[in-house]
């Protein structure tokens, strides 16, 4: 089966270091994938690469399966929604979402009826004739969307079209998105570093790290089961430890216990004795960071105090891994862990 989308062994760089390097990418009909990262790690330049703003330095990229990387962009069909809105300020909203149309040749009364619909799609058909001037943020972007779907798009590219707005409207508009989405059957990249809003909308997820694709799968597979130590880290496994025998494995601080060191032990969990180094009071529980001593050197670990009132800065403490929550960084070459300090 073609992919709507494909990129094969896209590399590029600007003059400095790689931007792009060996990057695989594909995207299946209906599919709503979430490409995810820190900042500057190659979202936008891969969405740019797509969309044909950028012609990459190496690799291929297929639109319906043909080679399109030569393809200007006016000539692939292609919706994009920015972070900044990038409406026309003296073009009326049903004139802003007509523009793509008129570009594209479609007669006035074919237009006006997809408009119109493509304004209902979006909640915006009594604010037709208005400015973007006389909108809020939030309707802003929602022209934005009507105006990239308006034109039936083979793929939407969405460039963090969500980081602007406050934090309620935000989830009010994710789940627009969502709708929007599903009732088009569009096939949709997002590129976000909310791995909220990934999670809450994306069939699939891939991380870039420098350029490349650290992790992809469904979202469940990567949050709950990252590869490596970026990808944990990233999606907020803050522990990374070496255990012995099994190299190394992530834990995320809600599922570490930090108890008292006299508190009585369980001997079915993984647990270290270490120092306490900080209590953090977060409203509905305390965190503390405790220091214990690995065999590969001393590692500060975070987890949820359980009884905080037991615990302070310089006491002993326990540190208590329960076995699902430990997750092996199966990417990470497995050094052996010296038991004992060779003298
Ligand atoms: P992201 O969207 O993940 O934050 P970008 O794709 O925008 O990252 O940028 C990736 C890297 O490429 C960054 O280091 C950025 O500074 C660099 N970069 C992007 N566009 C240009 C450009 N036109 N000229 C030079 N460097 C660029
Ligand atoms: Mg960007």
Redesign the pocket.
Known sequence: MNHVVELRGVGHN???GP?LADLDLAVDRGEFLALL????????????VIAGY?RPAEGQVLIGGRDATRVPPQRRNIGMVFQSYALFPHLSVAENVAFGLRMRKVGKLERTRRVGEALELVGLGQLAARKPGQLSGGQQQRVALARAVVIRPDVLLL??PLSNLDARLRIQLRSELARVQRETGLTAVL?T?DQEEALALADRMAV?RD?RIAQQGSPREVFERPRNRFVAQFLGYENVLALPDRGEVAVRPEHVRIEAADAAADPSAVSFEGVVDELTYRGTHTTATVTVPLPAGPVALRGIALSPGALAPGRAARVVLSEPAIVPLLDEPHRPVLEENPV
Not at 37 to 48: A, W, Y
């Open positions: 600007f003059g400095a931007v990262g820190p900042s500057g790690c190659g979202k936008s330049t891969t969405l740019r950028l460039d963090e590129v570093h870039l350029g």
